[in-house]
């Protein structure tokens, strides 16, 4: 398959989902420009995460207006997966291709450390191979991954299989002691209606190869690959 | 653009801004004698311009006068280098056609002020350095000393220490994987902020800075130059005062990772045309330092047109522009005919790139400004201060401080958690937690994990860079000479630890006034130290700072060499933690501990910082260190760490905190309980593996004669520790994992 994966002028982990998609999973890489307007040829996008422009706005505010995002939209629109990973899950928000928005994490501080999230949907391009109720446990880097929506579009998405990733303990439990940014019902990562759009705040490209503590993050590409393998044999079948 | 034939006619500077037609060497922070060598070198009375241009690069940050002569005696041979000192930073190759460079920088004076912007333009600095390698920077390290945390300004400034290198190493997606945070009344009112970064170039792509080339482009690139940061090179060569975080603003950069992250990228990409001839940041003394270093070490002329150069704001002057220290900002020298292309690289980053200047033949360094030429002088002349040779005394109160006082018998019990809980013990977790520590992928150890920082090198597979940073201002305070031979042993023992083999270092020399002959004279006891210590271990310094006038009306700080040290691991799916795991045989390697000079345990328990530090039988600690470094890589052993601060007793709770198991242990009789316990002799390690190797690590350490003694297994959920003569029932201490965590989490968000 061939992934492209964008680059925004301050994304600092484009090479690393690059590095992986290429070096750990053996897929063609292209590297996208945000000034890019085409993604032709692409299978799937991924939004790396980093500071888009600095972040000294609300996070990916400004990469949200970026040329390639008009693409994404309509790559997303027509179905193709994307998955926005830290800055790039801040983005799709900023962007509208995803529902909420991010606060400053509880604290106000940045934080880098392992965490354990519990998969809550499989009905996604991203978790598609993935079991319901699986622990993966992945690191997060990130100042702003408070998650929050309003309560009626919280329930909404709770209906409609949108919460893809909850913040739990090592054996699956959720609490507040688990939960390292505050995010409201402990959300780690949502998807569109259609499924091919997710995003989380963890980073899965930092957690596929055991030689850095965990593969765990290799399933969810793993997942896009099956999927899209499968929708290429059946051109009309619908990603979920 | 101006033509390479300016004449060298020296115009005076007679704007009603510029003040008077000449300025006295005081003036700019230059004696009376300094004054006449200026004007020797002339031919003449330097401009106004010329004087402050002087006045930075002459002072001690730029200049290096008090420090050169000493650091001549540092070692640089090594089978590996291939950059030096004298360069932005030093280059060893690491085989395959790679190489590391790496360097290490002192920002305390701004840190002092403004604690947030000080140390993240630290951070911005120092990759700069390493970025005028043309290597891509994968790794920061940081060494910081504060006062005493109950302090509300001790604290802040901590805080805001914390939060400037997160803020800034996390924006430019660096990880920052290893450092240390001291906490001493020493440093009250002067906080140390040593910032190290370590880069990846391969070798035939090393940059470098001597400019070349008569009729070649000089561009300037990055950020616009602005007022902030003026003379900073200057107030870093001062004692600091109370006022001083009132008064010294305008001396503070403000940096922008963002356009730090652009820039980076920028570079690279520009020097990878091969376009570029010379590559040079701006630092401190901003533009001066920049194109006075190029040209002096090129031999060639510069001529600048300040006109050219794009400003943040109007009316800025000729002084403004050549001492800014804005951040964010290099100069390259560029063949005429790839000047656009290189120029269009930055603007597609969207960075500012203006041909401000062009290479001469002659070696003039020549400033225009618009119709005038207020600077025409030999770079050297500039680049090239004075050396001086500072009178030296040992400090009278040094040999009555070898004598420890005696005192009362502690409760061991309580000792032990009270060093657990001390700052420069106790868990930084919540520091390393706002560090990105995990991008780029390559950090296999996480902060904490391990005695050193591991990242693996997908360059060189299956091999890995180890690093790790220390340096103990009270041993050297107590003994200079041999406090500064235990910060480079105390490294070595660091790379052992995870299996690595020692490969250079980078040292950061924090000390006062160097016109005080006895802080000269313990800074060169420290370098000498430092010099035999590297000569023993087979490494060279490649690359170093000085900071000199760390003083506040304290006095001066505790003198501090930080040593940044970078190995080599073969294989980093071989490599060790400091955490213990279930069934696993615990031995003591190295020589036994018999006193308590220089301890944490006389600081922490008795508030004393008395003895002379013992010394380091290398020849010992080499032996020590391949059984470590064996056992490790050899996957005989699950756990390394070496006992240093609180002694073997800290290390075991450290271990057994980490793997959230606990220890039975026995040792030898070496005395006096507290020594066996808390003594801090060099070259000792716990280490812990699987019953069924055990035999192979003893065999191991007899054959090279290395003292080892089987003391203990893991398992439960106490630490027991007891010596051979207190019988077999009674443990000397016996606590929960759980209560040494507590103790060891004292810090907690504190920062």
Redesign the interface.
Known sequence: MRFGVVTFPGSNCDQDCVYVLRSVLGQDVDAVWHEDRSLDGLDAIVLPGGFAHGDYLRAGAIAARAPVMSAVGAFARAGGPVLGICNGFQVLLEAGLLPGAMLRNQGLRFRCLPVFLRVESTDTAWTKTLREGQVLQLPIAHGEGNYFAPEPLLATMEDEHQVVFRYCDADGRLASSANPNGSVRHIAGVCNPAGNVVGLMPHPERASESVLGSADGRLLFESVLSVLSTRRMSPAGALR | MTDSTTPPVVDRDTRPLGGPTTLSPQAVGLTAGEGQEISRRLGRVPSPLEMRMFGVMWSEHCGYKHSKAALQILPSESPHLVRGPGENAGVLALGGGWAVAFKMESHNHPSAVDPFNGAATGVGGIIRDILAMGARPIALVDSLRFGPLDDPRSRRQAAGVVAGI?AYG????IPTVAGELVVHSGYRGTPLVNVGCVGLVRVEEIAQSRASGPGNAVLLVGARTGRDGIGGAAFASTELDDASEREDRSSIQIG????G??LI?ATLEAWRTGEVIALQDLGAAGLTCAVSEMAARGGVGITVDLAAVPLREEGMRAEEILLSESQERMLLVVRPDAAQRVVSIYHR??LSATIVGEVGPDPVLSVRDHDRTPVSLPPYALAEAPVYRPAVREPETLRARWTIPSVPPADLTQALLTLLATPSIASKQGV??????????R??A?PGAADAAVL?L?ELPPQGLALTCDGDGRLVALDPYRGARRAVAEASANLACVGAMPLGITDCLNFGSPEQPEVFWTFRQAVTGIADACRALRIPVVSGNVSFYNESPDGPIPPTPVITMVGVIAD??RTARIQFSADSFIVLVGPPATDLAASSFLHAVHGLDAGRPADVDFKVHQRVLSVVREAVTRGWVRSAHDCSDGGVAVALAECAILGGIGAEVTLPDTGRLEATWFGEAPSRFVVSGPAARLAEVQAFASTLGVPLHVVGSTGGKRLRLRTQASGPTRWTIDLSVETLLGAYAALG?TL
């Open positions: 997160a996390n924006c430019v997606g922008d990772p963002f356009a992250k652009l990228e980053w969207g390393y937690e706002q560090y990105d520590h995990m991008v780029q992928v950090t296999v996480v693996r997908p980093v799916s968000q």
